[in-house]
């Protein structure tokens, strides 16, 4: 599975922006994640293709996750931006079988939030 971002760039904090990641096959589950600077990825947001969705803490209420099945294209809209947002966010799909997890991982896109 191959993945394209697209959506990142600079905002002021109370700003927003909004992220789509296209998948070039179906996967169980997609979503995005991010690192800022030395720190760990992190987990922002996922949903299934069933439709659940799991946040992360720190965004809840601020940003949503959204899914077209039939596009393989997930968006993370994200809201009331803060300077703790900055991070490059990374797309990611996941497949599932009986027996194995496989992650794929698009390249990043770098959200700056700043005044």
């Known amino acids: 599975v191959q993945l394209q971002a697209s959506g990142g760039g600079s905002v002021q904090p109370g700003g927003s922006l909004r992220l789509s990641c296209s998948a070039s096959?179906?996967?169980?589950?997609m979503g995005w994640y991010r690192q800022a600077p030395g720190k760990q990825r992190e987990l922002v947001a996922r949903i299934t293709n069933g439709g659940t969705i799991t946040y992360t803490d720190s965004v809840k209420g601020r940003f949503t996750i959204s899914r077209d099945n039939g596009k393989n294209t997930v968006y993370l809209q994200m809201n009331s931006l803060k300077p703790e947002d900055t991070a490059v966010y990374y797309c990611n799909a996941r497949r599932l079988t009986l027996s194995h997890v496989t992650d794929y991982w698009g390249r990043g896109t770098l959200v700056t939030v700043s005044s």
């Open positions: 096959g179906s996967a169980f589950s």
